[in-house]
């Protein structure tokens, strides 16, 4: 692969310089120049060797679900201390006999939908498959759940733990303006799906921050975005029961899966790099 930093081979010690090419070694972290294309095993007495490593900057892939567990544990701890304050006696009696409300209890469910499939998406990582989780959107309290970078694109990964079944409303289309509506259950909620566009609009900015391409070689203007809400543990049908509405896939774990791991244009290069830049530009929440 080429460099993107500088290093030195650990075998020879001769310094390549970046955008350089050379054999790069994820487990080590190390580089061996294109001469040294075979690895020797290492003796102990060669363990100084093997010490030489990239001078790359360590990157946060991000705790999937972190933010709103984080939230979840202030709203549950603020209401503890104000019972036991008010209620200096009682008030463990009260917090034992009573439930959290439910705008505490949705950050802890949202939480939880995020962990599981931040989890599994952890173990299906390769060079082809990178994943990042609960990014902060720059001059907003908002976030991405998660972001997977592919051979088929980018994935901007909403994660939804509801109840019920989600299916698609479509209303009009002759006569009057066709509008499309996403219900869980009975329960309208269009309204993920304008956010879920928001977010692959700031993925879109931050590809090509001004319009403009990232440099000669980079055209990642050209690289798809797809926006995802994939419902955990929602109550899909036997056969069928994925769809789009407006260009989002609404689906659950197993359906997205192998879609992310589908072939595409994208070699591990350009996966690794733009992987990098965009954890850079959107740093854990």
């Given at each position: 692969m080429k460099l993107r930093y500088a290093g030195a081979c650990r075998i020879c010690q001769t310094e390549i310089p970046a955008r350089a090419e050379a054999i790069y070694e994820r487990a080590?972290?190390?580089?061996?120049?294109l001469t040294h294309d075979q690895a020797p095993t290492p003796s102990p007495s060669d363990t100084e060797e093997w010490t030489t490593t990239l001078d790359v900057p360590a990157l946060d892939a991000g705790t999937p679900g972190g933010s709103a567990?984080?939230?979840?544990?202030?709203?549950?701890?603020?209401r503890e201390a104000r019972i036991r304050a008010k209620h200096p006696k009682l008030g463990g009696l009260i917090l034992a006999l009573s439930d959290e409300p439910q705008s505490t209890?949705?950050?802890s469910i949202g939480a939880d939908g995020e962990e599981k499939l931040g989890a599994r998406l952890n173990e299906l990582c390769t060079e082809s498959l990178l994943v990042l989780h609960d990014r902060r959107i720059p001059r907003t309290r908002a976030n991405i759940d998660h972001i997977a970078v592919t051979p088929t694109g980018i994935w901007v990964i909403d994660a939804k733990k509801y109840r019920g079944r989600p299916s698609l409303k479509v209303e009009g289309g002759v006569l009057r303006q066709r509008?499309?509506?996403?219900?869980?259950?009975?329960r309208d909620c269009s309204k993920l799906v304008d956010g879920v566009l928001k977010q692959t609009d700031v993925v879109h900015d931050v590809l090509l921050p001004g319009g403009r391409s990232e440099g000669p070689g980079r055209p990642w203007g050209r690289v798809p975005v797809h926006g995802v809400i994939c419902f955990v543990e929602a109550d899909w049908p036997l056969i069928g029961g994925s769809f789009t509405i407006r260009g989002v896939d609404a689906l659950w774990p197993k359906k997205l899966y192998p879609q992310l791991q589908a072939s595409g244009p994208l070699g591990t290069a350009s996966i690794a790099e733009i992987h990098r830049h965009l954890a850079a530009a959107l740093p854990p929440a």
């Open positions: 080590t972290k190390t580089v061996r120049c567990r984080r939230e979840f544990d202030r709203r549950h701890e603020a209890t949705a950050w509008t499309e509506k996403l219900l869980v259950g009975s």
